[in-house]
């Protein structure tokens, strides 16, 4: 299977332009809460940490970091880190972060498609986690790149917010978005957001991935498919409809249908 949309670079550029303009946003907000984390508090949720493990000493590369707080919270966790977002604003405000907390880590500004023409290095890890499969048209390409980067027998671990999910609306009570990829992306007019209220104005395109082109594109790019998981919570008030259920933890009210809200997935490299 092999994904043939076209995709724009102005959707690329725009997407770019709305994250350098978020990054301000989120810097300011309660969500990230950046003045938690320079105190001492993980962005991690426990379960990309339970999945992963003691990572001290073993070199990570982070794909779609934004401005850096779980790239720098796996730091932390002894991790020799490498943070990469397509932003350079998001780059340049975790940069800051890592000189102002000590905390050494490496970020790259770059598109994934772009990296490997940037980055020579290969890593025992490749991360990438929450919100960022539908701002990649081409998840062929994607899927090359990580195993590009993975050392051999190298793990790569991505948590996602399950493409089911994505289907419905704001209420998530009806179905309003394609669970199949669209040769067009959605085009969507964001005010203020997910992380932010703002009377700030933008346009964002986002790309529909179905859970079997996933698995699917990391297959064919020659990874071993350790396991799929899905799960019945979210790791974030995310979608807002959603109640918490205990820490780190919110699921669907409970008059409503047990659905899944998040999906793992751990391969190895060749």
């Not at 907000?29 to 992963?52: M, N």
């Not at 770059?110 to 020579?120: A, R």
Request: proline share 6%.
């Amino acid at each position: 299977m092999h994904d043939e949309r076209v995709y724009d670079p102005k959707h690329i550029a725009a997407n770019r332009d709305l994250w350098n303009a978020w990054t301000q946003l989120h810097l300011d907000s309660d969500f990230y809460a950046v003045d938690s984390f320079k105190a001492g508090q993980t962005t991690l949720k426990s379960v990309e940490r339970e999945a992963l493990g003691d990572v001290s000493g073993q070199t990570m590369l982070h794909l779609q970091c934004h401005f850096g707080l779980d790239t720098l919270s796996w730091a932390r966790e002894g991790a020799l880190v490498t943070g990469v977002d397509f932003s350079e604003d998001a780059i340049a405000t975790a940069q800051k972060l890592s000189v102002e907390l000590a905390i050494p880590a490496t970020f790259v500004a770059s598109n994934v498609y772009d990296l490997p023409e940037v980055l020579d290095e290969t890593f025992d890890i490749v991360f990438t986690s929450y919100g960022v499969l539908p701002w990649l048209p081409d998840l062929d390409r994607w899927a090359h790149v990580v195993a590009h980067f993975l050392k051999p027998a190298g793990m790569f671990y991505i948590v996602e917010f399950h493409p089911f999910l994505e289907t419905l609306d704001e209420e998530g009570e009806h179905f309003a978005y394609p669970y199949f990829g669209m040769q067009q992306p959605l085009r969507f007019e964001e005010v203020g957001s997910y992380a932010s209220d703002s009377d700030f104005v933008g346009t964002s395109y986002e790309w529909t991935h179905p859970l079997g082109q996933v698995v699917t594109a990391l297959l064919e790019a020659g990874l071993t498919l350790e396991y799929l998981r899905e799960f019945p919570f979210s790791t974030y008030a995310y979608p807002p409809y959603l109640v918490q259920i205990a820490p780190d933890r919110y699921g669907w009210p409970a008059a409503r249908p047990t659905l899944p809200l998040i999906y793992a997935i751990k391969a190895t490299g060749a």
